[in-house]
Every structure is written in C-alpha cells, then in structure tokens.
Nanobody, 123 residues
Framework: QVQLVESGGGLVQAGGSLRLSCAAS????????MGWFRQAPGKEREFVAT????????YCADSVKGRFTISRDNAKNTVYLQMNSLKPEDTAVYYC????????????????WGQGAQVTVSS
C-alpha cells in the first residue's frame, strides 16, 4: 500500500516555474514506478509524465516535453515535477500516481493516486 501527498501547487504567471513534490508513505517506495497526471476543468484526465523505480527511465507527454522534468529521490520517498515556461493551458489539478511499471498514458495502470494539487497559470 502506498499513500501519496502532493505539495507545491499554486498561482504563477505565464512563463514562470513551479515544482511539485509528492511524498509517499510505505517502505517499498523504491519498488514503484511513479507518474503525474493532470485534469483541467471540463476536460478528461491527461497523462503528464512517468519515471521508473530507479529514475533511469523517464517520459513526458508531448504537450510538456522540454518544459517539464520528472525526477525522484528514493532516499526521501519523494517524486518531483519541475515545471518551467508555464502556459495558461497548463492550469489543472495535478495528481501524483504510483504503479508497477512506468506506463505511458492509461490512468488504470496506476492504482495509487494522491489527492491532487492545484496549479493555476495566469496570462
């Protein structure tokens, strides 16, 4: 069982940066792939990024590639999403997720979800 708690969301102007953190409970954090999804008002949940258990493999969606970076610190049981060059269309609730493999896309591949962190980008 893994419990996830996101932090670091907030309001930022377009072009700015934010870093989301996700703290995980449990002694087996290092066994899980981690990821981020987001959901904007009136839209479906969208895959953002994923990272494997060791951090040697990462993948970001085309919509954020080159601007967002996912990383993890297994000693701190924490995964991060560094978001640079933010755009108003990045406004959404961002969810931290955990699963067995770093699957690109499908939310159903990640059985564990955090409560979400709001990110708002003003123009």
């Amino acid at each position: 069982q893994v419990q996830l708690v996101e932090s670091g969301g907030g309001l930022v102007q377009a072009g700015g940066s934010l870093r989301l953190s996700c703290a995980a409970s449990g002694r087996t954090f290092g066994n899980y792939a981690m990821g981020w999804f987001r959901q904007a008002p009136g839209k479906e949940r969208e895959f953002v990024a994923t990272i494997n258990w060791s951090g040697s493999y990462t993948y970001c969606a085309d919509s954020v590639k080159g601007r967002f970076t996912i990383s993890r610190d297994n000693a701190k049981n924490t995964v991060y999403l560094q978001m640079n060059s933010l755009k108003p269309e990045d406004t959404a609730v961002y969810y931290c997720v955990a699963g067995v493999s770093p699957v690109i896309g499908g939310p159903s591949a990640y059985p564990y979800w955090g409560q979400g962190a709001q990110v708002t980008v003003s123009s």
